[in-house]
């Protein structure tokens, strides 16, 4: 099974920043897309960021210009970037990746989720 495993969590005050990793035991060249969900207390979860092999990305229109996600692809790991940070923002975060597997279909991996708390 792929791994991955999110760190960089944590408190942090209103307008401040905060930098989430999420290492993958796989090669995440070979993801198709990998991206970031969270989930706030008594709501769905929600994709915040993607971005494809090819590079592209996608943000959630309640971050844009204030995320921005990314990839280290020599540490296999992938990286949100956040910034202006408000208590809206406040959730568990989830890491995912998409990765098709010789011989099968895509499958979806998750991390265990890391809990973003961003006070007033």
């Known amino acids: 099974q792929v791994q991955l495993v999110e760190s960089g969590g944590g408190l942090v005050q209103y307008g401040g920043s905060l930098r989430l990793s999420c290492a993958v035991s796989?090669?995440?060249?070979?993801?198709?897309?990998m991206g970031w969900y969270r989930q706030a207390p008594g709501k769905e979860r929600v994709m915040v960021a993607t971005v494809r092999r090819s590079g592209s990305t996608n943000y959630a229109d309640s971050v844009k210009g204030r995320f921005t996600i990314s990839r280290d692809n020599a540490r296999n790991t992938m990286y949100l970037q956040m910034n202006s940070l408000t208590p809206e923002d406040t959730a568990v975060y989830y890491c995912n990746g998409g990765f098709f597997r010789p011989g099968m279909e895509l499958i979806n991996y998750w991390g265990q989720g890391i809990q973003v708390t961003v006070s007033s």
């Open positions: 796989e090669n995440i060249d070979r993801a198709h897309v």
